[in-house]
């Protein structure tokens, strides 16, 4: 099971317009990244928990199943469930035979689901949750450990330095079926305040330490981060646009249709989507544009994310972490302030200083 069906408020405005699971990473949606690492492991069929927009969205959008089968399982209208109560509305589809996977849709993992498996099953657990270690636990549910990686203590966002230790949940789990017993029906449950805490103090939380790379999509900052780093993993440089004279910096990833004019200067760390049109002496680094979005000449993007579709005027001046959602427009010459953000389908023809 895959939660995908959440608002993703702390991606907001970009959210507005598109789920957190269809955000693209290096050119492809993080659901599709998911599909394929599912896929890769020996999954075959995958049940997506979602709202009535996302599942348009996800539809409409189409991202490759991979080969999964892929069914959804819709929170009620106007009743988001949480991260738990999905998980019971989909009791009937996902049946008691064995125990299941359940993952978070915002976290990019490279995670042994198998060896999660495998964990849960030597160990009897109720529950067998993938564990990371991070330098900052505080924003995230903290375990505290027994010496058999039995989870002795489960804490949602426990205050700044009162963490019991600096490994938490990376949002991917093994469930047994008994779980379903523990979730009330009906309302909307968090399986990280109500359910954990509950199965920890039976003793049957099991944790298992995965390494690799992990990243949480939650803020527009770590978003770009996630590009940077995926850019890293991938090691080359994805490109092959109707270039001209641009200077290409890698690492780089622009897709093959991005119309690049005279004298821009790419990357490194650009990840342009399809379709997008570029003029001439553009310079973009550590940024992404979403597909069909155009930068007109003389713009220089560092540090900014452009939503699809979105349009930027000649000369405008648009400063480092700028966020510009789908659809919106910035007029030539308008100077944007460092940190702004535009609504989708706004047009900005003043300055924001
Ligand atoms: P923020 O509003 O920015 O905190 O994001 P979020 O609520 O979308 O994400 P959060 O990290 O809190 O949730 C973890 C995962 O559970 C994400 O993949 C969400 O899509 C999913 N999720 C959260 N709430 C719900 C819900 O009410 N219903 C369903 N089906 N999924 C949910």
């Not at 189409?62 to 069914?71: D, F």
């Not at 399982?73 to 009937?92: C, F, R, Y």
């Not at 004279?245 to 780089?252: F, G, L, T, W, Y």
Request: aromatic share 6%.
């Amino acid at each position: 099971m895959i939660l995908a069906g959440g608002f993703a408020t702390r991606l907001r405005p970009l959210s507005c317009s598109r789920p957190k699971t269809l955000f693209p990473l290096v050119n492809k949606p993080l659901l599709q990244w998911t599909f394929e690492r599912l896929a890769n492991s020996g999954v075959d069929e995958a049940i997506l928990a979602v709202n009535a927009l996302t599942q348009f969205y996800i539809r409409q959008q189409k991202p490759s199943k991979c080969g999964l089968k892929v069914r959804f399982s819709i929170d009620p209208p106007k009743k988001p469930l949480g991260t738990a109560g999905p998980i019971k509305k989909a009791e009937p589809l996902i049946g008691h035979d064995e125990p299941f996977l359940v993952l978070n849709g915002d976290i990019f993992a490279d995670i042994d689901y198998q060896n999660l498996l495998n964990t849960h099953k030597k160990t009897n657990a109720l529950a067998t949750m993938a564990l990371c270690r991070v330098e900052d636990p505080s924003c995230f549910g903290v375990v505290e450990l027994c010496e058999d990686d039995c989870i002795k203590r489960f804490i949602e966002k426990p205050p700044k330095g009162q963490e019991p230790s600096n490994f938490i949940n990376a949002g991917a789990y093994v469930l047994s079926p008994e779980v379903f017993d523990l979730i009330p029906e009906n309302r909307a449950v968090s399986i990280e305040r109500e359910i954990f805490p509950q199965i920890a103090e039976t003793g049957r939380l099991v944790g298992c330490h995965v390494d690799g790379l992990w990243i949480d999509i939650g803020k527009p900052v770590e978003y770009l981060e996630a590009n940077k780093l995926i850019l890293d993993s991938v090691a080359h440089t994805i490109t092959n646009p109707q270039q001209t004279s641009a200077q290409i910096r890698s690492p780089v990833a622009i897709d093959p249709g991005v119309v690049l004019g005279e004298n821009s200067i790419i990357g490194p760390y650009a990840i342009i989507g399809q379709n997008v049109k570029i003029g001439k002496n553009v310079t973009i680094s550590h940024s992404v544009v979403f597909s069909d979005a155009e930068i007109a000449d003389d713009v220089t993007l560092s540090g900014v994310i452009v939503g699809e579709s979105a349009r930027i005027g000649r000369h405008a001046d648009i400063g480092s972490g700028c966020i510009i959602a789908d659809q919106a427009k910035i007029n030539e010459n308008v100077s944007m302030r460092a940190g702004s953000t535009v609504c989708p389908a706004k047009e900005i023809s003043q300055n924001i200083l």
